[in-house]
């Protein structure tokens, strides 16, 4: 039996009358054929051998087929039916059958009966008989006892609408058919009659509208503001990156509801009051003071509660648990712990949660890495021993501290619930939650292999994170500790072939990152902080899966504020009733609904909302995360419609959308402080340049220039080697001839240096060349570079395209030398100039070595161009945006006057900092507009 069929089971059982529906075929006094109504494709047969008579004396003369059908005959006849010989004189049968091509939803079958005396049958019941529905023959549908009666055989008799909401299966495909029949019973006399009147069978031709469902009244778990947090690596926080605010401003838009410091490994190796800077542990004997960085490229104790007054997130406290067992001091380590938690409690801080160690199963734990080498590491029993020692100094603090452990991913394996057996036992009165650490599908993440799973689950496993996470809870629960829960400190993508396909973009990682967040979401937890908050300087900006990067926010940080709206409220049930569409909705107290749906498929889908009980008042707010052509991903506002008094819209493919409903109130939102500065036109010269230093800025950059470098695709940055000729290429912009310079071997992953130009100067930039130094040093180094456009805003300019390469170049027989000189130009690609605002990106490649560990370098490194026109005519305007206000640019004559008017287009606001280019009007005032979406 060949069909598509929506089987609708459990909680997802919604019924077959809630979708749009017509009456299909229809009797009112006939038999057999003889139908009242009987649309095209519809077949049909009343069967009549079970009744006491067809009777033409008798009838409803409502007009109607149940209460709401009309085109009903108000002419005598109706279906008698007594007890008498029951089973054969009680019962009518109706029976459907599709032709139509197509498939055919039942929805209701809707029928007059009136009995008519105090002893004719008084109870009425609907059965399917049998048929090519999958339910059972005689399944009862509906019954109804009790009836009134009315001695008035021609009169509006009583009318009944029973919908097919008892089935799991109400499709019948072409050709297939399906009896129905109607019973009457419960006479004080089988000898005295009611009767059956105007009969019909609604339904839907073709398949029914996708569906979200939602049920506001089974509430399910409250969304936590650490429920979207960040890790922080203390090491990878310099001054200068937080030091305008733009980061924290950031945070606190997208909603970071908990910060975690100071790091995730590094904290196994950390010492909270000596930081210093390095992935190395002070407390080795061995350890060499000069690895250390200075306190400006990291971020002490009070930085991160600086940052956690800026952010209003929750603070996350990581103590170390594995210098005092590595190096024999567990009395001085927990001392340390002590006084870290009394440190901030002496500066007005209230510590609520904090981590034991970090992965203390892994190799790279700083106890694990067995650097004393006596061969000892953690077990789950020596963990939860120290996890005692340390809790109760904890809890002298902070007595009311939530602590966490921490364990192996793999929740549902033997191992993990052996370790449990093990730690609970022994420390489960100090454990408040157990952090588990997921990165989806490590070294083999990808957009297919994303794509393929239906839905998102764990790396080397069948279970969703969804069903993990209630699967430890229940474990935990099983153990005799129902108050411990699953947290997850760490998550994000895995490494994997993502991170080299040409056609992979930082949308794509966003949209993968919210099957994550929504299955957390689902799940109930608590916690869940996606690592990290930023990469470490130097990170690919076309490699983002964090919420900041150098200069700005992510595609992530969109979805991130999209989730925001989450917080406080109530996780209801909802499902979604096909394939690749995923649901979560949430209650506020006021009544208020919020409905995330993830459209995973590669088709656009209309969606239509099953609220039942809910009045939907306004539309308050929906948005579309989607691709927006540059790989980037944008926020669009979005549609709904009314159909048959419901509301729908159109996912489309590859989106997350979220549709709010009935606010009591939207925010206000803030009027930013502006900026206004006159256009400053560049000559052809130095746009930017690098021979010192990566990360924000360069070493030289011309005003209204954002240059960025990034080496993580390189061998890195080395202090002692470098070219000494003191230019860019063979250009005399007058480059540093000190050492330091990117080395680079032929080695994937350490092959290329990054570098991006965004332009902010408030007119159109032409980019016109290149330049660099570089040397293989021996002969045996890479001796082939080329030069890639990477992304950005160039028009016609596809991803990774070649713009110049040179081959066989000669060694230079030394780190510290005079290097090749390059000055490669631009001109052969179609578009050159950036307008305000836009960005390119480029990077430098070295190959063909002769042996893989041989390295060279790249130096001083620089792009040229100029301003396309004159700079008189324009101002920048620039301020602090927030994500997704409507900014708008105006300008009066006069701070007195009430005209103002608009010279600027509205441009929809992303967190952090944004700018416009606009004519300039002398004499003339400047203000930024700024409205909700």
């Given at each position: 039996m060949l069909k598509t069929v929506i089987i609708l089971v459990c909680l997802m059982c919604w019924p077959a009358a809630l979708f749009a529906a017509e009456p299909l075929i229809g009797w009112e006094g006939g038999r057999g054929t003889n139908t009242a109504i009987q649309v095209d494709g519809i077949n049909g047969f009343l069967f009549t051998g079970k009744l006491y008579a067809v009777d033409s004396a008798v009838g409803s003369l409502d007009g109607t087929f149940g209460a709401s059908i009309y085109g009903a005959s108000t002419n005598p006849s109706a279906y008698n039916v007594r007890t008498v010989f029951l089973g054969e004189k009680n019962t009518v049968g109706i029976q459907i059958q599709n032709n139509t091509g197509g498939n055919l939803q039942l929805t209701s079958i809707s029928f007059d009966y009136l009995a008519w005396f105090s002893n004719s049958p008084k109870t009425i019941t609907l059965t399917y008989a049998y048929g090519d529905l999958d339910d059972p023959d005689n399944t009862v549908l509906q019954s109804v006892g009790g009836l009134g009666h009315d001695a008035s055989w021609l009169s509006d008799y009583p009318d009944?609408?029973?919908?097919?909401?008892?089935?799991?299966?109400?499709?019948?495909?072409?050709?297939?058919?399906?009896?129905?029949?109607?019973?009457?019973?419960?006479?004080?006399?089988?000898?005295?009659?009611?009767?059956?009147?105007?009969?019909?069978?609604?339904?839907?031709?073709?398949?029914?509208?996708?569906?979200?469902?939602?049920?506001?009244?089974?509430?399910?778990?409250?969304?936590?503001?650490?429920m979207s947090g960040a890790g922080l690596i203390y090491l990878w926080c310099p001054d200068a990156f937080y030091a305008d605010g733009e980061i924290a401003d950031i945070a606190k838009n997208v909603g970071i509801g908990a910060l975690r410091w100071p790091g995730g490994t590094v904290v196994t190796v950390s010492h909270w009051d000596a930081f210093t800077g390095a992935w190395t542990d002070s407390w080795n004997p061995t350890y060499d003071i000069a690895s250390g960085q200075p306190p400006e490229n990291f971020m002490d104790l009070d930085e991160y509660l600086a940052l956690i007054d800026q952010t209003g997130a929750e603070i996350m406290l990581g103590i170390n648990m594995s210098s005092g067992k590595e190096w024999q001091r567990e009395t001085e380590g927990v001392a340390e712990a002590r006084a870290l938690?009394?440190?901030?409690?002496?500066?007005?801080?209230?510590?609520?949660?904090?981590?034991?160690?970090?992965?203390?199963?892994?190799?790279?734990?700083?106890?694990?890495?067995?650097?004393?080498?006596?061969?000892?590491?953690?077990?789950p029993a020596s963990y939860a021993e120290s996890f005692n020692l340390y809790a109760e100094a904890i809890k002298e603090v902070f007595p009311d501290a939530k602590l966490i452990a921490n364990w192996i991913n793999n929740v549902t394996g033997s191992a993990f619930q052996s370790a449990m057996e093990t730690m609970l036992g022994i420390a489960g009165t100090n454990i408040d939650y157990v952090d588990i650490h997921w990165y989806w599908e490590w070294d083999n993440a990808s957009w297919p292999l994303w794509k393929s799973e239906l839905p998102m689950s764990r790396t080397s496993s069948s279970f969703s994170y969804k069903d993990s996470i209630l699967y430890a809870n229940n474990l935990f629960a099983s153990l005799g500790y129902p108050n411990i829960r699953m947290v997850v400190l760490e998550w994000n993508l895995g490494p994997g072939p993502w991170?080299?396909?040409?056609?992979?973009?930082n949308f794509k990682t966003a949209l993968m990152q919210t099957e994550m967040q929504m299955q957390f979401l689902q799940a109930g937890l608590d916690i869940g902080l996606i690592f990290a908050l930023h990469n470490a300087p130097g990170g690919n900006p076309a490699l983002e899966n964090h919420v900041v990067r150098s200069g700005g926010s992510t595609s992530t940080a969109l979805w991130m504020w999209l989730f925001s709206k989450a917080v406080g409220k109530t996780v209801v049930q909802a499902s979604a009733s096909i394939d690749g569409i995923y649901i979560v909705a949430v209650k506020g107290r006021q009544g208020e609904l919020v409905a995330y749906l993830l459209n995973k498929t590669d088709s656009d889908r209309p969606i239509e909302f099953i609220i039942p009980g809910y009045q939907i008042d306004e539309i308050d707010e929906a948005w579309r995360f989607k691709d927006d052509g540059n790989g980037q991903g944008s926020l669009q506002k979005i549609g709904l419609w009314d159909v048959n008094g419901r509301k729908r819209t159109t996912l489309l493919a590859n989106s997350l959308n979220m549709i709010g409903f009935n606010y009591l109130s939207n925010d206000v939102p803030n009027r930013p402080v502006i900026q206004v500065e006159r256009t400053r036109a560049i000559s052809e010269s130095l746009l930017a340049g690098w021979h010192s230093a990566m990360g924000i800025g360069g070493d030289i950059s011309a005003a209204g220039i954002n240059a960025l470098l990034w080496d993580s695709d390189s061998y890195g940055f080395d202090e002692t080697v470098g070219s000494t000729d003191g230019s860019y290429g063979s250009a005399d912009f007058g480059a540093s001839?000190?050492?330091?310079?990117?080395?680079?071997?032929?080695?994937?992953?350490m092959d290329e240096v990054g570098f991006q130009i965004e332009n902010e100067t408030g007119l159109p930039l032409c980019l016109e060349m290149v330049h660099f130094d570089y040397a293989p040093w021996w002969t045996s180094s890479p001796q082939d570079v080329a030069l890639y456009y990477t992304f950005g805003n160039l028009s016609g300019v596809t991803n990774r395209t070649l713009i110049n390469s040179v081959s066989g170049l000669s060694s230079s027989g030394n780190k510290l030398a005079d290097y090749h000189d390059f000055d490669w130009s631009l001109s052969v690609l179609p578009d050159q100039v950036l307008e305000h605002g836009e960005k390119a990106s480029f990077i430098l490649r070295a190959s063909n070595a002769t042996e893989i560990w041989s390295n060279g370098a790249f130096d001083n490194i620089a792009v040229s161009g100029s301003t396309v026109s004159d700079a008189s005519d324009s101002l920048v305007v620039s301020w602090r945006a927030e994500t997704a206000r409507k900014y708008t640019v105006v300008q009066s004559s006069s701070l007195l006057s009430n005209e103002w008017n608009t010279v600027s287009p509205i441009i929809n606001g992303i967190p952090g900092d944004m700018s416009l280019s606009v004519l300039l009007e002398s004499p003339g005032f400047y203000r930024l507009q700024v409205e909700n979406p």
């Open positions: 009944f609408d029973w919908t097919l909401e008892n089935l799991s299966d109400y499709v019948l495909a072409d050709g297939e058919r399906a009896t129905f029949e109607l019973t009457a019973t419960d006479a004080a006399d089988e000898n005295t009659s009611g009767a059956f009147d105007n009969i019909a069978v609604s339904g839907q031709r073709g398949n029914p509208p996708p569906f979200a469902a939602i049920e506001t009244g089974v509430e399910k778990s409250e969304v936590t503001k650490m938690v009394q440190a901030c409690k002496d500066r007005g801080y209230n510590v609520k949660y904090i981590y034991f160690d970090n992965e203390s199963y892994h190799s790279g734990n700083g106890y694990n890495r067995d650097l004393d080498g006596d061969g000892e590491s953690w077990t991170q080299t396909d040409l056609a992979h973009s001839s000190a050492a330091g310079a990117f080395v680079v071997r032929a080695t994937n992953g």
